[in-house]
């Protein structure tokens, strides 16, 4: 697959994942069942304000610090890459192979089948 073609379908996983399950009609995604299938609630932090993690095909334990290093690392460790097309993708330079994309409400970072995901609702 083309690396084109695998952005464009990342972009497109991302942005069905933070559109249409982070803002279910009626409410924002605060529990697991809200992320779909698989998922797991993994606790929060706080970054400001609290953000609730999930997992789906990952532990919970690395899903809470992927999702801090993303929200709490200092810019030198995240790559971020602004494609023509499609929502800016993250990189953490600590999890490698892992993109993360961020909508309203919130975000996931994934590597394969692999998701950590985030709300801030």
Excluded: N
Excluded at 48 to 61: L, P, T
Excluded at 86 to 114: A, D
């Amino acid at each position: 697959m083309k690396e084109r073609d695998r952005r464009s379908a990342l972009a497109a996983i991302a942005a069905m994942l933070i559109m249409g399950l982070v803002a279910p009609a009626g409410g924002s995604a605060t529990s697991a069942s809200d992320w779909g299938p698989g998922f797991k609630a993994c606790g929060s932090f706080h970054a400001g304000y609290k953000i609730q993690v999930f997992a789906k095909d990952v532990s919970c334990a690395k899903a809470r610090r992927i999702q801090k290093e993303y929200w709490l690392a200092p810019k030198s460790r995240l790559i971020v890459h602004v494609p023509s097309q499609g929502p800016e993708e993250i990189r953490l330079k600590r999890f490698p192979g892992w993109v993360c994309f961020s909508g309203t409400g919130g975000g996931t970072c994934m590597k394969g089948k692999k998701v950590a995901a985030y709300s801030d609702v």
